[in-house]
Structures are given as C-alpha cells and as structure tokens.
C-alpha cells in the first residue's frame, strides 16, 4: 500500500463547477500538508500549504486536513478552463524535508 | 536565476548508454533536492544536498544511479547503462534551507531509453 493515496481521475467538469479533490494517507506523523498544481510539461508549483487539521482558503481554492481521518481535500470554487492541470497532494513530517507525493490527479475545465 | 533550471528538457537515449542531467538551482537556495516523476505515479524522492554535502541518497534506485553537486550550486544527476524502466520525468527542486519548506521545481528532464 503507497503511503499516499490519491485518485488519479481524470476529473472533467464544466467552467463555474466546484472541483473536489483529495487524498488519504497511512503514516501518522505528517504534519505539514501541501497541493501542487503541475501544468503539462512543467515542475509541480505550489497552490496551498497547512499545518496540521483545519480549513485554510486563499481566493478560489480552499484546504482542508483532518488528521483523525488521515483525508485531505481541495476544492476549487468557480472552476476556470486555466485551473486545468494535474493536482498533486503531498505531505512530510515535522522535521524531514523529503515530501511525499499522491499519484496527481488530472483536472480539465471544460469552457 | 530567477527559477530552477534544468537540462536538456528532453533526453532521448539507447538502453545501455550513460546519460548526464543537469540542474542550475535558485542562487542563494543551499538546498538541492532530485525527485523521479513516472507515468501514473506521484514523485519519488532520489536525494537531497544540503551545500555540496548529499546526506541523504536513500531514494536513488540502484548504484547506477549517481549525484553531485559543486560550488554549491549546479547539480548533475548521472545514470549509468540505461534502462527502459529508467524513462521517466527528472525534477529538481531547490529550497532556501533543508527544511521540507520553501520547495521550488524546476519543469525536468523527460527521459525516454529506447
């Protein structure tokens, strides 16, 4: 079983849709969480970071972490044909630098 | 730079043949991190440098796998005798410290052995 769980889609909604996103986990000791969003042929860019469980939003795009369930969520309010990309959660412990890294999933917005 | 730089974007290269990939990091960021990206999976970790020191290579897959870093800057990531499981995306990541935070990828090398 990989450490990091994460359905790779792909995912297809309309412009305006609300997507949802997230990822399960087993190792107990993530405390920091992150969503990257990586475009075709890019590196993976940094779109949210949280510590430990609770909501953060930042314009469209709110996080959520609950450790109790090890289950972590993105959504995306007011979807836009340029939020098409591959999503990727990632997590690490408190005192590593080597993150870990869902599988990605895939999102088109269809305009 | 302004980003993470990395070279060539792509790589075409027959089994068995050496290949060099190379990775011009953020001025200033000490540390250096090398992940594997393949189709259908998430990033797998390689190995970190913090300065020119790596203490940390558990990630590389087997001992034709290799790294450096000098000047504290430009890191090349050496495989030896290609194989076809060896295709995949190389991403390099620079960070202002060796803390997990501050992550900046660069947009990799696509390496195909055919």
């Known amino acids: 079983q990989k450490e990091v769980e994460q359905d790779p889609g792909p995912l297809s909604v309309p412009e305006g849709a609300i997507v949802s996103l997230n990822c399960t986990y087993s190792?107990?000791?993530?405390?920091?969480f992150m969503w990257y969003r990586q475009y075709s042929r890019k590196g993976p860019e940094l779109l949210m970071y949280?510590?430990?469980?609770g909501n953060k939003e930042d314009g469209r795009f709110t996080a959520q972490v609950d450790k109790s369930s090890k289950y972590i969520s993105l959504f995306i309010r007011d979807s836009q044909p340029s939020d098409s990309a591959t999503y990727l959660c990632?997590?690490?412990?408190?005192?590593?630098?080597?993150?870990?890294f869902g599988a990605g999933t895939t999102v088109t917005v269809r305009a | 730079g302004a980003g993470v730089s990395q070279s060539p974007s792509n790589k075409v290269t027959e089994k068995g043949k050496d290949v060099e990939l190379r990775c011009d990091p953020i001025?200033?960021?000490?540390?250096l991190y090398w992940y594997r990206q393949s189709l259908g999976q998430g990033l797998e970790f390689l190995i970190y440098?913090?300065?020119?020191?790596?203490?940390?290579k558990s990630g590389l897959p087997s001992d034709r796998f290799s790294a450096e870093r000098t000047g504290g800057s430009v890191s090349t990531l050496t495989i030896q005798r290609t194989q076809q499981e060896d295709s995949a995306v190389y991403l390099c990541?620079?960070?202002?410290?060796?803390?997990?935070?501050?992550?900046?990828f660069g947009s990799g090398t696509r390496l195909t052995v055919v």
């Open positions: 990541a620079s960070s202002p410290h060796g803390t997990g935070d501050g992550y900046t």
């Open positions: 190792n107990s000791a993530f405390q920091y």
């Open positions: 949280t510590y430990s469980s």
């Open positions: 990632a997590m690490r412990r408190r005192d590593d630098y080597k993150l870990s």
């Open positions: 001025s200033g960021h000490t540390a």
């Open positions: 440098f913090q300065g020119n020191s790596a203490p940390d």
